[in-house]
């Protein structure tokens, strides 16, 4: 796994669509739970659950010295925050 971290570029849009693909990938699954298990059907905390990981994500590339990545990384963290802000608004 450090072989392909170090061969990734420490650009701040690598970051920016890692922060973007993670969520959007763990939304839909949490967006496919919402929607079929009864139980789940109010559950909209399951999106912020999906955003969170970015967290997680961010602070491995820190730790890796790769800091453009991760300012990407917390960028799209901001974009989909604000993108559930505007969907629990409306």
């Known amino acids: ?3 392909r ?3 990734l570029k420490n650009n701040v849009w690598v ?3 890692i ?3 993670t969520p959007a990938i763990l939304c839909s699954i949490a967006w496919y739970l919402i929607h079929h298990v009864f139980y789940l059907a109010k559950a909209d905390l399951l ?3 999906g955003i969170a990981v970015n967290a997680f994500t ?3 590339f820190f730790k890796y010295n790769k ?3 991760g300012r990407g990384i917390l960028a799209a963290t901001f974009l989909c ?3 559930f802000f505007f969907y629990k608004v409306s």
Do not use: C, P, R, T
Request: proline content about 0%; glycine content about 16%.
């Open 1 to 3: 796994m450090n072989d």
């Open 5 to 7: 971290l170090k061969k």
């Open 15 to 17: 970051g920016l669509g």
């Open 19 to 21: 922060g973007l693909l």
């Open 47 to 49: 999106y912020i659950g």
């Open 58 to 60: 961010m602070q491995y």
């Open 67 to 69: 800091e453009n990545i």
């Open 81 to 83: 925050a604000f993108v």
